[in-house]
């Protein structure tokens, strides 16, 4: 913080490219009190956490899927392994042409980002159950609802909690990307509106915002649910 206080105010670019540290801490508590920040967050927020929850969902749903039917791996698998490397911000021209440049393409854009990664890592997760669990299971009678509820779903845990950890960050990025040319109230749209106006103070106060939050869940979340699960499980001490 010292050094880039000290470097922005011996540049001599202008205080508009360059803002010090100061100038930055300033607009971002002016933001926060004005509660202009606030409501962005919330709004980034909502959407967000709407698209990760289909997103969660429909990974599961298709991850099982894939991992019980040997004609679903085939098709959809490889579907989704081609849909992977796709940047879901490609989706965004689309998503306009279909749901109009509104929340629903912001939406459609999220829950992109991270469905591939949750089907990847379900199926994945499903497919590491030890053949030892589900052999004693059933010769016991396990079968069905009762052998996915009791068997493979607890078994598969530490692995869906870190392709829930990797979904929630690809599902981010695609919020940021999406509000960016999307519409309405959001960080992304602050991101710009900085970039409009070349406040960079709000440019740099918004990234703050972003990495401030994205760190918060990763390590007070799913971090620490994820050591919580590999301590039960005995996989960390």
């Known amino acids: 913080m010292a050094i880039w206080e000290v470097t922005s105010r011996l540049s001599d670019l202008p205080d508009f490219m360059f803002p010090s540290f100061t100038q930055v801490m300033a607009t971002l508590f002016s933001g926060l009190i004005s509660g202009q920040i606030l409501v962005a967050i919330g709004a980034s927020l909502s959407r967000l956490l709407i698209g990760f929850t289909i997103a969660s969902i429909l990974g599961l749903v298709l991850g099982y899927l894939i991992w019980r039917y040997k004609l679903v791996e085939d098709t959809l698998g490889f579907l989704v392994t081609a849909l992977q490397s796709i940047p879901s911000i ?61 068997v493979i779903l607890p078994a598969s845990v530490p692995q869906l909690i870190s392709g829930l950890r990797i979904a929630w960050a690809f599902s981010w990025r695609a919020l940021m990307a999406g509000e960016l040319l999307g519409a309405g109230v959001g960080l992304g749209q602050l991101l710009e509106a900085g970039r409009a106006l070349g406040q960079m103070d709000l440019v740099i106060s918004v990234m703050i915002i972003i990495g401030v939050i994205g760190t918060i869940m990763d390590n007070v979340l799913f971090l620490r649910l994820e050591r919580n699960v590999e301590r039960k499980w005995g996989i960390r001490t």
Do not use: C, E
């Open 90 to 150: 490609v989706w965004f021209p689309l998503a306009i042409i279909w749901f109009g440049l509104n929340d629903f393409a912001i939406l459609f854009i999220v829950t992109l980002g991270a469905t591939w990664t949750m089907i990847v890592n379900a199926t994945s997760g499903f497919k590491n159950v030890p053949i030892l669990y589900q052999r004693v299971a059933k010769s016991l009678g396990s079968s069905g609802i009762h052998f996915l509820r009791t």
